[in-house]
């Protein structure tokens, strides 16, 4: 079992950052495949980013690529996602996820059912 709390949402102003960190409590999540998603109001839940325990291999959105950073400090158990040049098309609440399975396709990690652990996610709002 897994519990993992995100954190570090808030209000920014366009073309500001954020750094989210989500914690990992009970089994180290350092043998995970961990992913963020978020989800915006009406819409469905996105793949925003994922790393691999392996090699820490990182997949990442086209939304988000070049603007976006997932990383994980395995000695905290704490997965962090860098958000640079935020947009206001960013607005949404961002979510933790962890994923048994860990030897899957890398487009297998962008489904949100193929995630056995969720936070409780954090709000992030960017105003223009």
């Known amino acids: 079992q897994v519990q993992l709390v995100e954190s570090g949402g808030g209000l920014v102003q366009a073309g500001g950052s954020l750094r989210l960190a989500c914690a990992a409590s009970?089994?180290?999540?350092?043998?995970?495949?961990m992913g963020w998603f978020r989800q915006a109001p009406g819409k469905e839940r996105e793949f925003v980013a994922t790393i691999r325990p392996s090699l820490d291999s990182t997949s990442y959105a086209d939304s988000v690529k070049d603007r976006f950073t997932i990383s994980r400090d395995n000695a905290k158990n704490t997965l962090y996602l860098q958000m640079n040049s935020l947009e206001p098309e960013d607005t949404a609440v961002y979510y933790c996820?962890?994923?048994?399975?860990?030897?899957?396709?890398?487009?297998?990690?962008?489904?949100?059912?193929?995630?056995?652990?969720w936070g409780q996610g954090t709000q992030v709002t960017v105003s223009s």
């Open positions: 996820a962890a994923s048994l399975r860990t030897n899957a396709f890398h487009m297998y990690y962008r489904i949100p059912g193929n995630y056995n652990y």
């Open positions: 009970g089994r180290t999540a350092s043998s995970y495949v």
